[in-house]
Structures are given as C-alpha cells and as structure tokens.
C-alpha cells in the first residue's frame, strides 16, 4: 500500500522539524516547504496526500495558496483564533483548522480524518475508456478485461490518481516503490511502452504521453 505523503508549509523551522518528525514516526512520508511560493513549486512537482497550511507565510500568504491547492485535502495550523477566520478558510475549501499551540494526538486525529475520507471517496478511478478498480487491481478499457503487470498497473494508478499531472521519471518511480519493486530507471520506459500498447489494443488511443524533457501524463482523449 503506498505510504500517504504529506506537505508541510511553515516558516517556523522548528515548528516544522517537529511535525516532519512526528508525521515520519506515525509512517507518513514529509515534504517541506517555508514560503507560500516554494508550496506552490513543490505542488507543481509532486503530488501529496494531504498538506498542513501555515498562514503566516514570506511571499505569499496561506490565504493566497489555499485556493490554488486542488483536490488535495488541506488543514490549516495558523496562531490566528478569530472565529470568522476560521469560517472564511473554511468556506475557501479548507479541510479543517488547527489553532497554535496544538495538541499533536489531535493533530495526528484530524489528519487520519481527511485521509481516512480521501481513500473512502471511490474505489475505482476512470479516464475515457479504462476504469480501474482498487480493490482487485484490475483494469478495463472499452468494457474488456486488461492484463497489466504489477508494473504496469502501478503506473497506470500513479498516472489516472492525478490525471492532469505531468509527472517526472523520479516521481513516477517514488509513487510506484510501495506497490512493486520490479522498475527502476532503466527500465521505467519499457514497462510504459508496455503499457500503452495494451491500452492501444484495447481502444485503439494512445492514452500515455511521454513530455519532452520532463517526464509522462496521461493523453486528452476524446
């Protein structure tokens, strides 16, 4: 099962050794950012679970991240207690509010919540004309049962769980470690080639697209 990953957006270097520190001990992996510009630079090159929003921030403030974060359960930990502060984030799209100082096991609750609700909203994902269903790691494309390695089917999951994501040969690779052991580098482009050519013979789409100098995503397709 993947490991959920998650951002921490804090200027506090402290505040956020702590929290990295903690969430690493609870088997979550940690991403850092100190300023709202870095958050929106590593949410371009990856693709976290979850993200724990610092409003204070140098550059931009959380107030002006929280709405370019998408489809990425946000908590939001800030010293600001105002009650209508805490509503107008909310109502922005943010998950849930944490007021400084915390307590870390309500902390660690409230993450296990949004993530807990993240992994109960489907259990299958569908692009065009291939669904893939979770629980038995099976995948169909134009209603017809495809046979993917276990490569091959975490690539594809890697690739339909953020469909519009451009990802690079190293993210793929981090996103698949849980789920097979059987790729590295070298032969990332294979098991991808393979990939898109069973999806090819069972809707006759190319559904991968390979990014010039950066990495894979999926294709638009009509």
Known sequence: MNRKRILIVD???HIGNMLE????????????AYSGTEAILVLKNSSPDLVLLDLMLPGLNGEDVLPLIKDIPVIVVSA???TENKVDLLMQG???YVTKPFDTQELLARIHVQLRKDTQK???LSYGEITLDKLSRSVKANDQPVKLTKTEYA????????PKKVFSKDDILLQIADLTLD????SLRTHIG???NKLRAATGKDYIEAVWGIGYKLAKVE
């Open 183 to 186: 790729c590295d580098e070298n």
């Open 80 to 82: 600001k207690t105002g």
């Open 194 to 196: 393979n990939l898109r």
């Open 94 to 96: 943010a998950a849930d």
């Open 21 to 32: 520190e903690l969430l690493r001990k609870q088997g979550y992996d940690v991403l850092r």
């Open 122 to 124: 489907t259990d299958t």
């Open 11 to 13: 200027d506090d270097i």
């Open 155 to 162: 690539i594809l999951f890697t690739l339909m769980h953020y």
